[in-house]
């Protein structure tokens, strides 16, 4: 590998490792650790490309202000890139968000803008409306808007998907590729990739349970109602304006459980510290795969690290707590008064 000039070229070109010890049934998976993004992302790609496409157009001049609703992945990898080229840079984070999000978030230079966690969609106070207020009322700033801006899906159409597609050229290609949606970015831009350049690939949803999209994919009904989940970053409640599922083939919906026991296995399995859909997007790999009756090349996004989880899902007191795990009945004293 040779020496990178700036952090911003460490983005993306990510490796792919093949799972040995996971039990895939017939077929083979292949893990993408998008967690080796210097920000810890899939999220690092869009930052850089929504940032530099908006340059090119000139939506965004030197030193101008770019502003965001996000307290996730997203919010990292534009805090990089952002301070990298010397744009100011305001994040309008709900208050429920944990605090070590937003310590990280304003250690990368990021202006956090607090607002309230219980309104919805529509009202002022909204994170992703009031994110919009803010970009409207200050001069020269330009407003990210992931799940409207189409140079998101287009870091995959032309970043992620043609790297999978090269890597992948060694182990005879791909016969399908497991994500999740969150801004449907991934999904999307994949899926355009693939259907120009590898139409025989099947594209798998992996969702948590009580969003939306499960039901959307395999019966084609819209719900109006969806229920919470713990797993972050993906699932949906309603359908990102940038989405586009018609090739999608199959969704599965996977539980919290599932999904936190999904990312320990990896761990312990294959080394891999994956984030909380990473477990979501391998136990629908799983499925998919002891569904099959040929061997097939299966590639799993790992979409972030597991470092944010560790006092959650990596954690078994926080695991038992939730009733994830079954508490030890023997060893630790904090067991006994816990
Ligand atoms: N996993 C994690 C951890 C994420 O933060 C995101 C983005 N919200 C996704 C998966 C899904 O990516 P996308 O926004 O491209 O649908």
């Given amino acids: 590998m040779p020496i990178a000039n700036s952090v911003l070229d460490l983005i993306g070109n990510t490796p792919i490792v093949r799972a040995r010890n996971l039990d895939t049934g ?37 030193g101008a202000t770019i502003v965001e609703g996000t307290a996730g992945n997203t919010g990292l990898g534009l805090a990089l890139v952002a301070r990298q080229k010397g744009y100011k840079l305001v994040l309008v984070v709900p208050d ?84 999740g949606c969150g801004s449907s970015g991934t999904m999307t831009g994949l899926s355009r990739c693939f259907a120009e350049q590898s139409p025989g690939t099947e594209l798998i949803l992996a969702d948590p349970v009580g969003s939306i999209l499960t039901e959307y994919i395999n019966e084609g009904t819209l719900s109006d109602k969806s229920a919470s989940w713990m797993v972050e970053g993906i699932g949906e409640d309603f359908l990102p304006t940038i989405s586009d599922f018609t090739r999608v083939k199959k969704a599965y919906a996977i539980s919290d459980r599932e999904s936190f026991l999904t990312a320990r296995e990896l761990l312990e399995k294959e080394g891999v510290l994956g984030g909380s859909s990473t477990g979501t997007l391998l136990a629908a790999a799983l499925k998919y795969c002891r569904e099959q ?18 006092s959650k899902m990596y954690n078994d007191y926080w695991m038992a707590d939730n009733g994830f795990l079954e508490r030890e009945r023997h060893g630790d004293l904090r067991d006994l008064i816990g």
Avoid: W
Wanted: net charge negative; proline share 7%.
């Fill in 293 to 310: 009756t040929t061997p097939k090349n299966v590639l799993v996004l790992v979409p972030d690290t597991g470092n944010k989880y560790l």
């Fill in 26 to 62: 017939p077929c083979t998976i292949y893990l993408k650790l998008e967690s080796q993004n210097p920000g810890g992302s899939i999220k690092d790609r869009i930052g850089l490309k929504m940032i530099e496409a908006a340059e090119a157009r000139g939506d965004l001049k030197p």
């Fill in 96 to 179: 429920k968000m944990s605090r070590e999000k937003i310590f990280n978030l304003k250690a990368m230079g990021a202006q956090v803008v607090l607002t309230r966690s219980d309104v919805a969609k529509g009202h002022p106070d909204y994170y992703q409306d009031l994110a919009e207020r803010i970009a409207s009322e200050t001069p020269g700033a330009y407003f990210i808007n992931q799940f409207g801006n189409p140079d998101n899906p287009a870091a995959h159409e032309h970043g992620t998907g043609p790297e999978i597609l090269a890597q992948m050229a060694e182990a005879g290609g791909v016969d399908a590729i497991v994500f």
